[in-house]
């Protein structure tokens, strides 16, 4: 259950809740009992990013009882990428953003940097604060994102350079010279229909219509 979260399935808020609680009932960890403190984590993160409200006086408990679950995990597997790309959305979550808890980031890609579903919201996340990285950081996720194109997740590589990386596209597509003629080519003729140019070098955005052979 908890694979498929970090794969990018959502589920809602009962079944998550219903999922703790036999968590909760049917666990008593022992130490590094890391297959569940990790599945707690991944559970409980979820729940929290659907039900996140900075203004309910209970967020601040539910912030620091998923952290405790995030560093548990992260004391059983010190190498998990996710987690640790998950304690720092918890850390910014609970107090801003700060660059302190950029090297939590920075382990995520450490020891994660091919991991093609959590790169998803990994980018996404890392675009967003883009500027603030160092530059080696920064490297990292313009990798990441070649590697959204060569593993061929195009609509989620397109929403990311739609959004988040949307501020810094010459940087990406300057990094795309590293990537396949085909992959670029597919990513190019793919934005080209949602009517956009992005002038990557090496590709043609000529989109043929229905009318034409």
């Not at 960890?29 to 203004?55: H, M, P, W, Y």
């Not at 953003?97 to 995520?108: A, G």
Request: net charge neutral; with cysteine; hydrophobic share 45%.
């Amino acid at each position: 259950f908890s694979t498929r979260i970090v794969r990018g399935e959502t589920f809602s808020p009962a079944l998550l809740e219903s999922r703790l609680a036999e968590f909760e009932r049917g666990s008593r960890f022992l130490a590094c009992a890391a297959t569940e403190a990790r599945s707690k984590a991944v559970i409980e993160l979820s729940l929290l990013n659907q039900g996140f409200d900075a203004s309910s006086d209970a967020i601040d408990d539910k912030l620091a009882a998923t952290r405790r679950s995030i560093v548990d995990g992260l004391s059983c597997l010190p190498s998990d990428a996710y987690l640790w790309f998950a304690l720092f959305q918890v850390e910014s979550l609970r107090a801003g953003f700060n660059t302190e808890y950029l090297r939590y980031l920075d382990m995520s890609y450490k020891y994660g940097p091919n991991e093609g579903w959590i790169a998803i919201p990994r980018n996404r996340a890392a675009f967003a604060i883009f500027e603030a990285l160092p530059t080696t950081l920064q490297s990292k996720v313009l990798d990441e994102f070649v590697l959204l194109l060569r593993t061929e997740l195009y609509a989620e590589a397109i929403d990311i350079f739609l959004g988040a990386a949307a501020p810094h596209r010459d940087a990406v597509v300057k990094r795309l010279a590293t990537v396949s003629e085909k992959n670029r080519q597919l990513f190019a003729v793919q934005l080209a229909r949602k009517g956009i140019d992005a002038a990557i070098p090496g590709t043609s955005t000529f989109v043929r219509g229905p009318w034409q052979h």
